[in-house]
């Protein structure tokens, strides 16, 4: 018997793991076998999954929630790279393969269920399943490229030109994410952004 053959919502947690982005092409005993290495965790708000600079990292599997990946300067200051949220996954799978630390941190926006297991049984099993392998490394540079757009959006464009960019790639976070998180995501004031959105809403009445 597996840990989710004992959790008391098995069955929902098993409909959104078979809807995940990456796990949605799994066969049923393939993820039959993939659901003995996993474990469930409820987070709270600003729960840390994974610190910045941590060897032992772990592939998670967005169940409910919004996750934010961060990284941080010597002097504390953070920005956050991207948010992941139902049926997205969330992975230091790059620095794992370097043999490197982790490069950022990986913490809670809301609260959140995520579906883990150590990225060493997670690439053991990427092995055993080729074009899950391909289809997941593929998104592991889809979110880095993203991630570089996102970092040379916030150089390149002003304030207005981030918050249109953002409401066209990600109109349907806009309105999830608290306000204080996306605006420090678009590197803005919360007054700034709440003025942006306000405008954006009367031209587009």
Not at 46 to 57: A, C, K, R, V
Not at 96 to 116: D, F, G, Q
Request: no cysteine; charged share 30%.
């Amino acid at each position: 018997m597996t840990v989710l053959d004992k959790h008391p919502e098995k069955n929902l947690i098993r409909l959104q793991l078979s809807q995940n982005s990456v796990l949605k092409s799994l066969d049923p005993a393939a993820m039959a076998e993939l659901e003995r290495h996993l474990e469930i965790s409820d987070l709270k708000k600003s729960e840390i999954l994974l610190h910045q600079g941590d060897h032992q990292m772990e592939q998670y599997f967005v169940l409910d929630g919004i996750l934010k990946r961060i990284v941080s300067s010597a002097d504390a200051k953070e920005m956050i790279l991207r948010f992941a949220i139902e049926k997205d996954i969330e992975t230091s799978y790059a620095a794992w393969r370097l043999k490197t630390a982790a490069p950022y941190s990986i913490a809670s926006v809301t609260k959140a269920r995520v579906a883990r297991m150590p990225l060493k049984k997670w690439a053991e099993f990427l092995d055993e399943h080729k074009i899950l392998k391909e289809s997941f490394e593929f998104e592991v540079m889809r979110l880095m490229s993203e991630i570089m757009a996102h970092t040379i959006t916030l150089h390149m464009l002003d304030a207005p030109g981030r918050v249109e960019r953002f409401l066209r790639k990600y109109e349907d976070l806009f309105e999830l994410l608290p306000k204080k998180e996306l605006a420090a995501y678009l590197n803005l004031s919360p007054e700034t952004l709440s003025r942006l959105k306000t405008k954006h809403k009367e031209l587009f009445v």
